[in-house]
């Protein structure tokens, strides 16, 4: 999808966000959760840090530490800015992290790496601000992701690719990384049917649906009831996520 596009989408949801991002805030927890506990960080960094959120619950964690958050929507930083966090919120992307090299002791990014277009670059900027003995935790959403929505409209219009575990992988090493550890699990979101599914996914600027004209009400009619028929348990439809939990040294 066009950066000028996802930007605006994540700019537009920046005030509700908090409020649709269950998922997002779910894996998140389950990434902070990896941090040893007996980890004294400086300065930390988290990419692609949306409304603060995870650095809200970073502060709580290591309070004495001094924070940094980058997102390449302007309306998230603006909304972050208002949380009066006591945080370094700035408009930038990951491709080109405008700080120092060796300047931070821990890199964290929550559900952001499956929108980077170019992961030697993207991982090769971490390596450059990431001090000697720092660590990187990242989680991403994989190219399982939505299956069942992509077999249901059988169309090519969810238009953007999610990575594999080799994409990642590949990156990771090709920037310099050698001890990875990469896990890999699913959970699955249920909703009343596709239409709650396509509504979800826009509220947290995931807007990745094209819109042709011969997509009418009746097509997507038809989509809804091909997916209730195949994706369904106990009356309501389900969505698979695959998600990467990443640590690096």
Known sequence: MNELILKRNFSKVAASYDNFAYLQKEIGLNLIKKMAASC?????LDIGTGTGWLTGQ????????KFFGIDFAEGMIVYANKKKLKCNFLVSDALGLPFKDRYFDILISNATYQLVDNYKQAFSQVRRVLKKNGIFYFSCFGSKTLVE??????QGIINFKLPRKENILSGLLDSGFKNIDIKIYSKKEYFKNAFDLVKWLKAIGANNLSKPQFFTKHIWQEINKKYLSNFSDKE???ATFEVFEVKCL
């Open 40 to 44: 004294r960080p400086f300065k930390i």
């Open 58 to 65: 970073l502060k709580t964690k290591f309070p004495n530490a």
């Open 149 to 154: 929505l992509r077999q249901a409209i059988n």
């Open 236 to 238: 309501k439809i389900f």
